[in-house]
């Protein structure tokens, strides 16, 4: 018998640790390769981290509730093999390994910068801990390190939760004492550096009747939320619209749906149609797919297109498609299929939400004619696709204009209108209409 060290396995190329949500499995449970062991959570995705290894969960090391870099053991697992332990058993492969033990090294030695040129340290002159999610926070929200450290921790050993620097910034605004050290700065910086940003608005109150019923909002909930409000704080939100004929994509679907549910085992849906469209738009105007980086704008190299998924608890999650111009249409049927189904079963891995270049909402699925979307940040352009309804349309011919029945569509295209002018997010959506319009129906599948 040997054991070998099951370690907190890398999910993203941004997150640094997980918080464990849950144990699937105790002590002394057979655990077979592949199988489920835990749930954790990152600011990113709720995922199960799977047991490299078969043999007898022997040991846990870290408790529901702890925050654990990449890396680090997790549970000892007792195998049959005759091998010595490893801790870099959470690894495939031996470049993956060198980043898994890298990545608590460069968690305890980096620091981030904030907005006032104060650089954070993952550990204070005190000896408090900083997780990389909080010291993004502070900075983002200009808190330097001695108001850092004047906030009350609730994580092990005292150490500050994303959860109390996020309450902490609601009732930033109520506190003079607290807030008095961002202020001191903002005098001190220069003209140019942006004044430190305001608590978020707590809303109207509520008034509360006896029959009414009270629903908690969910860890995802909550942070869709966040995001939301961070997006429109963030970007001067603009909507272009155009209504493209879909006739001859329906026409071409009805043709093939039957055969590729026979050779694939799945729906040939209209997102895939969609994305195609899309991903030829942005080769022809690639200033849509940029981010804003303070006052630069970052031209993505990749085409990276995020896809709207409902879940069954009614939230949304944004999977992302990546180098989607490297797929023809069945490869890109396939990926999204795929990538929906692991969405909705809480498959997904974290690398597979992050790094979208623009994104897609198909608002026609539950019945809308079109939308509104909000831009997911730090991209700069969301399109909203609505329902496909027959309408009676006017129809140029040789012999005159005639009136048909057409399957049409509107396109809903929000773009950041710091870096994206009218002219730009017209024309894209427009020319995401040409495509779908001249939707060859003799293409092959």
């Known amino acids: 018998m040997a054991t070998v060290e099951m370690v907190m396995p890398k999910m993203g190329e941004s997150i640094m640790e997980a918080t464990v949500l849950t144990w699937l499995k105790k002590e002394g449970d057979t655990i077979e390769e592949d199988e489920s062991v835990l749930e954790v959570a990152t600011d990113k995705v709720d995922t199960e981290v799977p047991a490299l290894e078969a043999g007898v969960l022997k040991e846990i090391l870290v408790q529901e509730g702890d925050i654990v870099a990449v890396g680090k053991p997790i549970a000892i697992i007792e195998t049959e093999g005759g091998t010595s332990a490893s801790s870099d058993n959470g690894s495939?492969?031996?470049?993956?390994?060198?980043?898994?033990?890298?990545?608590?090294?460069?968690?305890?030695?980096?620091?981030?910068?904030?907005?006032?040129?104060?650089d954070i340290a993952a550990r204070s002159d005190s000896g408090r801990f900083y997780s990389p999610l909080v010291r993004n926070i502070a900075k983002e929200e200009n808190i330097g390190m001695a108001e850092l450290e004047s906030i009350s921790g609730t994580?092990?050993?005292?150490?500050?939760?994303?959860?109390?620097?996020?309450?902490?910034?609601?009732?930033?605004?109520e506190a003079p004492a607290q807030s008095q050290p961002a202020q001191s700065v903002q005098q001190s910086a220069p003209a140019s550096q942006p004044?430190?940003?305001?608590?978020?608005?707590?809303?109207?109150?509520?008034?509360?009747?006896?029959?009414?019923?009270?629903?908690?909002?969910?860890?995802?909930?909550?942070?869709?939320?966040?995001?939301?409000?961070?997006s429109k704080r963030i970007s001067p939100h603009v909507t272009s619209f155009v209504e493209a004929d879909m006739t001859s994509v329906v026409q071409w679907r009805n043709k093939h749906k039957n055969t590729f549910k026979e050779q694939e085992n799945g729906n040939l849906t209209f997102t895939p149609i969609f994305i195609e469209a899309v991903v030829k738009a942005i080769k022809d105007y690639p200033m849509i797919n940029v981010q804003v980086d303070g006052d630069r704008i970052i031209k993505k190299k990749h085409i990276n297109i995020g896809m709207a998924v409902a879940l069954p608890s009614g939230n949304l999650i944004v999977p992302v498609i990546k180098d989607a111009d490297q797929l023809n249409i069945r490869g890109l049927a396939n990926k999204v299929n795929d990538l929906a189904k692991r969405a909705r079963d809480n498959k997904l891995k974290a690398e597979e939400l992050e790094g979208g270049t623009f994104t897609i909402s198909n608002v026609g699925s539950f019945g809308n004619v079109m939308?509104?979307?909000?831009?997911?940040?730090?991209?700069?352009?969301?399109?909203?696709?609505?329902?496909?309804?027959?309408?009676?349309?006017?129809l140029e011919t040789p012999q005159g204009d005639v009136i048909a029945i057409r399957h049409k569509m509107f396109l809903s295209h929000s773009y950041d209108h710091r870096v994206v002018d009218g002219s730009l997010g017209g024309m894209v959506v427009r020319r995401v209409a040409d495509y779908l319009e001249k939707w060859d129906v003799k293409k092959d599948l």
């Open 92 to 118: 495939t492969s031996k470049p993956e390994k060198q980043e898994a033990s890298a990545a608590p090294a460069a968690s305890t030695e980096s620091s981030y910068s904030g907005n006032n040129g104060h």
């Open 155 to 173: 994580g092990k050993d005292g150490r500050v939760t994303k959860k109390d620097i996020l309450s902490y910034l609601d009732n930033r605004g």
């Open 195 to 230: 004044a430190a940003a305001q608590p978020a608005p707590q809303g109207v109150p509520v008034s509360i009747s006896a029959d009414d019923e009270i629903i908690e909002m969910d860890r995802m909930r909550k942070m869709i939320a966040g995001r939301m409000v961070d």
């Open 371 to 394: 939308g509104t979307p909000i831009i997911m940040q730090p991209q700069v352009g969301i399109l909203a696709l609505g329902a496909i309804v027959k309408k009676p349309s006017v």
